[in-house]
């Protein structure tokens, strides 16, 4: 069982950035890929960005590349986002996932989730 515990959300201008992170309780946190999605008002989940185990291989959805970045510490049992250049469409609940299998990951099939971090960005 993996437990997720997303942290650093809340409100930013627009431009401005913020830094998600998520912990995960579990001594085999390097044996998953993880990512972050996200659900404004009114729509559906979305697919944010994804890593790797290790860390090499890093993917992002169009509307975030360039802007995001996702990385990953496996000594602390911790994934990041990075936000920059916060648009207010980037406003929405972000969530973490994770899976043995990067695809899952990716398709929004994962079997760990976490509760999920407000954040908004107003104009």
């Known amino acids: 069982q993996v437990q997720l515990v997303e942290s650093g959300g809340g409100l930013a201008l627009a431009g401005g950035s913020l830094r998600l992170s998520c912990v995960a309780s579990t001594r085999t946190f390097s044996g998953h890929a993880m990512g972050w999605f996200r659900q404004a008002p009114g729509k559906e989940r979305e697919f944010v960005a994804a890593i790797s185990w290790s860390g090499v291989n890093t993917y992002y959805a169009d509307s975030v590349k360039g802007r995001f970045t996702i990385s990953r510490d496996n000594a602390k049992n911790t994934m990041y986002l990075q936000m920059n250049s916060l648009k207010p469409e980037d406003t929405a609940v972000y969530y973490c996932?994770?899976?043995?299998?990067?695809?899952?990951?990716?398709?929004?099939?994962?079997?760990?989730w976490g509760q999920g971090t407000q954040v908004t960005v107003s104009s």
């Open positions: 996932a994770a899976d043995g299998e990067l695809q899952a990951v990716i398709a929004g099939r994962s079997n760990y």
